[in-house]
T-cell receptor
Framework: SQQGEEDPQALSIQEGENATMNCSYK?????LQWYRQNSGRGLVHLIL?????REKHSGRLRVTLDTSKKSSSLLITASRAADTASYFC????????FGKGTKLTVNP | EPEVTQTPSHQVTQMGQEVILRCVPI?????FYWYRQILGQKVEFLVS????????KSEIFDDQFSVERPDGSNFTLKIRSTKLEDSAMYFC?????????????FGSGTRLTVV
């Protein structure tokens, strides 16, 4: 399976700190995407990084991709309480396959 | 910002009954998807739909499931005879073009409870 596996499963930090979540996958991919899900709600697309890209930024988000290690990381800088959510990586080959997610809690 | 709209937000049904979950994708999007998420578990791919036909489906998407785009705007998922294990959040998504270039836009989901 090419599904992503996030690490850690849960992360609790203080407001203002940075949060780093990692994702590993098993097969070659077209791209890797990160999504956010607030409890019981839909998934919100955050950022897409193509297999030929190594780093991408969007606001307070920074994503890296290392295709040789089949891994990606999502960094959220200067976290806020409103960033509390589950974060999923998803890998695209024929279909978009989601990992199990990291539950991030940002304490005020 | 354009949204994917799903109705109903919550559906309770008796085991063995048929349910239809409805989705209105973003109007200029071309690719449509259904995913499901059993409580506490990961988001699972069910089916993708392009050019009025199924392009990919997972092992979950067996003969009990079907999809339709009856009128060029709605995109429906039908479960013919629901089982208890079909209880989950069902998410519809659409993409403007190939997913190689664009992220998916998801709806807020339909929580299906089979009793």
């Amino acid at each position: 399976s090419q599904q992503g596996e996030e690490d850690p499963q849960a992360l609790s930090i203080q407001e203002g700190e940075n949060a780093t979540m990692n994702c590993s996958y098993k097969t070659s991919i077209n791209n890797l995407q990160w999504y956010r899900q607030n409890s019981g709600r839909g998934l919100v697309h955050l950022i897409l990084i193509r297999s030929n890209e190594r780093e991408k930024h969007s606001g307070r988000l920074r994503v890296t991709l290392d295709t040789s290690k089949k891994s990606s990381s999502l960094l959220i800088t200067a976290s806020r309480a409103a960033d509390t959510a589950s974060y999923f990586c998803a890998t695209l080959t024929e279909t978009l396959v989601f990992g199990k997610g990291t539950k991030l809690t940002v304490n005020p | 910002e354009p949204e994917v709209t799903q109705t109903p937000s919550h559906q309770v049904t008796q085991m063995g009954q048929e349910v239809i979950l409805r989705c209105v994708p973003i109007s200029n999007h071309l690719y449509f998807y259904w995913y499901r998420q059993i409580l506490g578990q990961k988001v699972e791919f069910l089916v993708s739909f392009y050019n009025n036909e199924i392009s990919e489906k997972s092992e979950i998407f067996d003969d009990q499931f079907s999809v339709e785009r009856p009128d060029g705007s709605n995109f429906t998922l039908k479960i013919r005879s629901t089982k208890l294990e079909d209880s989950a959040m069902y998410f519809c998504a659409s993409v403007r073009g190939t997913g190689a270039l664009y992220g998916y836009t998801f709806g807020s989901g339909t929580r299906l409870t089979v009793v």
